[in-house]
């Protein structure tokens, strides 16, 4: 069975296949699970198995723990590319994301100026202004769109709102354009009857028309890497992934595989 991933609120710094040398952050739980979708694909399992006794990590205790890490890392000569905001759940669902986001910003320059700020965000959190504003103060904030189509996006990241359509996400995500990078997973399977596959032409065309509407930096497309808490997906290969970024720079949007 697939179980959170992380049991500190620092953790690496490891590496990304997307990112390079990343120190983590962990706004979860260490103990637990919370985020607004429960995707098929999550590496840190379905959020069925709770929210753990721990809480959401303090805001100073965060910093303290942060800059604890980062001078020991300058002390020891530790190259670090990124510092990446990820872990057991949504990281925008903290009560205090912006204030830790400031705080890392700051501690960041202090230590590693040459390092970006990442954030891995599932999109959910986009109709909160103060949400929003500190997304767009990151070096690399990453959105995500698995679908263009709600029926298939809901199947795939199973969103715990009933409201939550790509035809109210993509404007929003559209409202950041040039500042957000797009992360969508490809993949085909099943979930409890439902057959997965984004991989389509219909689905292809419909992520196209989205990108462009939303024109972000770029597009990070991947598949599966580690188990998955449903059983029944299979990966979609480099040269397939190659094929489908080829078709979407065709229409002038950049893509990275991985």
């Known amino acids: 069975m697939v179980t959170i991933l992380f049991h500190s609120t620092i953790f690496g710094p490891i590496h990304s296949r997307r990112l390079g040398s990343s120190l983590g952050i962990n706004l979860s739980p260490n103990d637990g ?8 694909y999550c590496e840190a399992g379905f959020n069925s198995q709770g929210v753990g006794t721990t809480g959401f990590p303090r805001r100073e205790d965060v910093r303290m723990q942060l800059e604890k890490k980062l001078a020991d890392m300058k002390e ?3 190259p670090l590319d990124v510092i990446t905001f990820s872990g057991n759940g949504e990281p925008t669902l903290h009560p205090e994301f912006a204030g830790v986001i400031a705080d890392t910003m700051a501690v960041r320059d ?3 100026p040459e390092a970006k700020v990442s954030v891995l965000c599932n999109s959910t959190r986009l109709d909160r202004p103060e949400v929003c504003e500190a997304l767009k103060r990151v070096d690399n904030c990453i959105l995500k769109l698995d679908s263009a189509l709600t029926p298939t996006m809901r199947v795939i990241d199973q969103p715990g709102s009933p409201e939550f359509t790509c035809e109210r996400l993509i404007p929003r995500l559209a409202d950041f354009g040039e500042k957000c990078i797009i992360q969508t997973m490809m993949l085909r399977g099943e979930h409890k009857g439902h057959k997965i596959d984004n991989t389509t032409a219909e689905e292809v065309d419909a992520l196209i ?3 462009k509407r939303i024109g972000p930096r770029e597009v990070m497309l991947y598949s599966i890497d580690r188990p998955t808490p449903e059983a029944n997906l299979k990966k979609v ?5 190659e094929r489908i970024a080829n078709r979407m720079r065709e229409h002038g949007i950049t893509v990275q595989v991985s």
């Open 33 to 40: 699970k919370i985020c607004s979708f429960d995707c098929v």
């Open 76 to 78: 020891a000569g530790t």
């Open 110 to 112: 202090a230590y590693y």
């Open 209 to 211: 028309e989205a990108y």
């Open 237 to 241: 290969g480099k040269d397939e992934l």
